[in-house]
Each structure stands twice: as C-alpha cells, then as structure tokens.
C-alpha cells in the first residue's frame, strides 16, 4: 500500500472514531426523562404522590406528597366520629374444620371410641350413626350431637359420657381477594411432619396461632397501602363478618378470627396510598423482593456490584434512596459518581399501569424534604442504577484509545 492510500485510511479511521464519540455522547449521556409512561404522574395520577418531583412557590413547598395521596382517599367504613383506632379483644371460640384431627370417647365402649377427622364436607362418621355436624362447631357442640344421636338412633337408653379431644389442627384453604398485593387462594394453619410435637397432640386442648385472618393475609402478599383495615370482610356459609383491623398496625389488639376452610376474605381499596401502612406488621408483607441492576458494563449476573443474582429482599418500608444505598450506586469518588441516576420501575396495583421514575442520586441524598419525593419500594419493583457524565466521558476515551490503537498498529503493520 502507497503513502497516499495510508493517508487515505488513517482519515477514514479518524472519521469513525469522531463518528463513534459523538453517538456516544448522545447514547451514553441520553436521560430517562422522555420514557413514556402510560401512567399519569404528572397530573397527579400516580399510586404514590411521592412519585412527582416537588414544587416550590416562595421557598415553600406547595403541598406534602401525604396530603396529595390522601385527598384522593374515599371515605372510610368507619364513623367519623369515631376514635382513630378502637381496640378490640380477639373473640377466640375453638371452631373446628375440614380436615381436624379428634379423639373421640364414648364411656368405655370400643364400637366408638377413636380417633376420627373432621370430612371434607364439615362432618364427622362414628359407625351405625348418620353424620353429626362438625365444621364450624366447638368440640363441646359435638359432644352433644353425638350423645343425642347415640339416644335418638336407640344405641343408648340414657345419654352416655362423651368426650370429645381436638388432637391436631389441619391446614384450611381460604380465599383472599381486593387490596391485597397476591389475592388468590392460600393455605393457612397445619404442621408439617417434621415440625409436630407429639406431647402436644396427646395432650387436651389445641390453638391454630397459623389459622387465624393475620396469616390469610400476610399469605396472600400482605394488604396493600390503600386497603381499608377498618372492614376486613370475612364471609362464611352465606353471614359476613366485619373486622377492624387497624390495631394491626400499631400494636393494639384486634379481632383476628380463627378461619374455617371456605373462609373469604375481602378488603376494600380506598383509592389512595396511605403511608402509614407501609411497614411491617401482622397484616402486612415483611419484606419485598426487588430486582436490582448496578453494573457499569452489562453481564449475565450482578456479583461484581455485590448484587444477589435476580433480586434482594428489601425491610417492607425501605424507600428509594435507601434501596439505591443497598445495592452500592450511591458514594466512591464525588467527581465520578455525584451526577449519577437511578431508575426506579414499577405498577400501580390498582390500574396495572407501569411507570418509570428517575432520580439524581445526589439531589434524593441532600434534599430537606426527600421524603416528599422519596417513593417506597413496593413488591417485583425494579431498579437501575446508571453512571454519571464524567464515567461516560472515560468509558468513551477508553474506546477512542482502543480504535485509535487498532489504526495506528494496522498503519504500522502496511508500513512494514
């Protein structure tokens, strides 16, 4: 190859290289700003208010991101005049299920004695007796049933002694549905074979601690910030019963019923994110699961930036800046990493509409007020943490070296 024809492909490189930077200052330093999302943030329309940036007029903020959140609020089942919470006691009665296991004792006649489980259809089968009602009952309830039946069926001429030992609780599939993150069916209460105590099952007596409306909830993915706690709906054979479950919330006593299989569960949405039920309680999700990306080079996992593989569980309460200090985008060197942003991708549960918010790390992490613009993390949320102007800029003298290096050793090469 001449001189000329070198001179030719050393400008043709020189082009491609310019050509190269500039779409990389275009690519690399582009913002989320424009994503197009099809929920309505600016107009106030999100789930959370925290979503929009704040305002100020006269060095004030206009309004508190609480306040906009609430006014969307429908009216609550509770009396206005009502106290804030009204504790009540649990109105704890031993009702039996589908599936319980008892220890039945009639006198010392063998026929009857043992042990029996309560049917899928809510009865228990003692032999040359027709079924005796059990679902929903107390064991009390059937001892009576049983000795009547004994008498009525002329087994017996007086009614003899039963007894009737609740020796093990089974699992009961309950139905839960409105503002709750997993509505759907769940299992509720039982033991597993490994976890059973034997003394305890021979011993009388018997609670369900795992049966209870607490458990139905927190299975179905916990209550959502805008459910309305003050009528916890729960239907049973045609009667539904109500329940005030905001003493959930702050550590007072509440009616949390023992369930029965069949049990529905219903919560009604109020139309608003209310603040004060995002954090961990018996009604409410522990914690969430959120899917985290910081990586400054895109690969097949996150273990460089000390990431979990797919998602970290984040305390159920963990806002945005919190969740972006987890997952290492925040701090390092200030002149490389103070103009970086993260990306927070969600859904609002009440729409389904999706929605893509980003944030200057810096302005979350100095702000008085951040709070006010400070979402929380909500269940399958995601996360992208993005690098600062200066890191592209280097990540783009790094390219122009490579492309300039590969020409130069190629001239070198010809010229040879």
Same mark, same amino acid.
């Given at each position: 190859m001449n001189e000329s024809k070198h001179r030719q492909f050393a400008g043709w490189l020189a082009s491609s290289a310019s050509l190269l930077i500039a779409a990389s200052l275009v690519g690399g330093c582009a913002s989320l700003d424009d994503v197009d999302n099809r929920e309505s943030v600016s107009e106030g329309l999100s789930y959370q208010a925290q979503y929009r940036s704040p305002r100020r007029q006269k060095g004030r903020w206009t309004q508190t991101a609480t306040n906009q959140n609430l006014r969307k609020c429908t009216a609550s089942t509770a009396?206005?005049?009502?106290?804030?919470?009204?504790?009540?006691?649990?109105?704890?009665?031993?009702?039996?299920?589908?599936?319980?296991?008892?220890?039945?004792?009639?006198?010392?006649?063998? %026929?009857? *004695?043992?042990?029996?489980?309560?049917?899928?259809?809510? %009865?228990?089968?003692?032999?040359?007796?027709?079924?005796?009602?059990?679902?929903?009952?107390?064991?009390?309830?059937?001892?009576?049933r049983i000795a009547?039946?004994?008498?009525?069926?002329?087994?017996?001429?007086?009614?003899?002694?039963?007894?009737?030992?609740?020796?093990?609780?089974?699992?009961?599939?309950?139905?839960?549905?409105?503002?709750?993150?997993?509505?759907?069916?769940?299992?509720?209460?039982?033991?597993?074979?490994?976890?059973?105590? %034997?003394?305890?099952?021979?011993?009388?007596?018997? %609670?369900?601690?795992?049966?209870?409306? *607490?458990?139905?909830?927190?299975?179905?993915?916990?209550?959502?910030?805008?459910?309305d706690l003050t009528n916890v709906r729960i239907v049973r054979g045609g009667r539904s019963i109500s329940v005030d479950a905001r003493g959930a919330m702050k550590g007072l006593p509440f009616n949390d019923m023992l369930l029965l299989a069949g049990d529905r569960i219903e919560v009604d949405s109020r139309g608003c994110f209310?603040?004060?039920?995002?954090?961990?309680?018996?009604?409410?999700?522990?914690?969430?699961?959120?899917?985290m990306s910081n990586l400054t080079q895109p690969a097949a996992a996150n273990a460089l930036s000390a990431v979990g593989k797919d998602a970290r569980e984040l305390r159920y309460g963990t806002r945005f800046l919190d969740a972006i200090v987890g997952m290492n985008c925040l701090g390092g060197t200030k002149w490389v990493n103070a103009d970086r942003t993260a990306a927070l991708i969600s859904r609002n549960p009440l729409t389904g509409e999706s929605i893509v918010i980003e944030r200057k790390v810096e302005r979350l992490l100095r702000d008085r007020d951040r709070d006010d613009f400070n979402p929380f993390m909500m269940p399958g949320d995601a996360l992208a943490c993005y690098d600062s102007k200066q890191t592209n800029l280097i990540e783009i003298a790094k390219g122009f070296t490579a492309v300039t290096g590969a020409a130069k050793a190629t001239l070198s090469m010809w010229g040879n």
């Amino acid at each position: 190859m001449n001189e000329s024809k070198h001179r030719q492909f050393a400008g043709w490189l020189a082009s491609s290289a310019s050509l190269l930077i500039a779409a990389s200052l275009v690519g690399g330093c582009a913002s989320l700003d424009d994503v197009d999302n099809r929920e309505s943030v600016s107009e106030g329309l999100s789930y959370q208010a925290q979503y929009r940036s704040p305002r100020r007029q006269k060095g004030r903020w206009t309004q508190t991101a609480t306040n906009q959140n609430l006014r969307k609020c429908t009216a609550s089942t509770a009396s206005a005049h009502s106290p804030a919470i009204a504790p009540q006691m649990p109105r704890d009665g031993l009702l039996l299920s589908s599936g319980d296991l008892l220890a039945i004792s009639v006198g010392n006649d063998p %026929t009857f *004695s043992g042990s029996y489980e309560v049917s899928q259809d809510g %009865t228990v089968r003692l032999p040359h007796l027709p079924a005796i009602a059990a679902k929903g009952s107390s064991v009390e309830a059937i001892e009576r049933r049983i000795a009547s039946a004994l008498v009525s069926n002329a087994i017996y001429s007086a009614a003899p002694p039963v007894s009737v030992r609740l020796q093990d609780f089974a699992p009961a599939r309950v139905h839960v549905s409105g503002a709750v993150f997993d509505p759907g069916s769940v299992d509720v209460g039982g033991v597993s074979a490994n976890d059973r105590d %034997t003394l305890r099952q021979n011993a009388g007596g018997g %609670t369900a601690e795992g049966r209870r409306l *607490s458990r139905a909830l927190q299975s179905a993915g916990g209550i959502r910030p805008d459910a309305d706690l003050t009528n916890v709906r729960i239907v049973r054979g045609g009667r539904s019963i109500s329940v005030d479950a905001r003493g959930a919330m702050k550590g007072l006593p509440f009616n949390d019923m023992l369930l029965l299989a069949g049990d529905r569960i219903e919560v009604d949405s109020r139309g608003c994110f209310q603040d004060d039920l995002v954090a961990p309680s018996p009604v409410t999700t522990p914690g969430v699961k959120v899917f985290m990306s910081n990586l400054t080079q895109p690969a097949a996992a996150n273990a460089l930036s000390a990431v979990g593989k797919d998602a970290r569980e984040l305390r159920y309460g963990t806002r945005f800046l919190d969740a972006i200090v987890g997952m290492n985008c925040l701090g390092g060197t200030k002149w490389v990493n103070a103009d970086r942003t993260a990306a927070l991708i969600s859904r609002n549960p009440l729409t389904g509409e999706s929605i893509v918010i980003e944030r200057k790390v810096e302005r979350l992490l100095r702000d008085r007020d951040r709070d006010d613009f400070n979402p929380f993390m909500m269940p399958g949320d995601a996360l992208a943490c993005y690098d600062s102007k200066q890191t592209n800029l280097i990540e783009i003298a790094k390219g122009f070296t490579a492309v300039t290096g590969a020409a130069k050793a190629t001239l070198s090469m010809w010229g040879n």
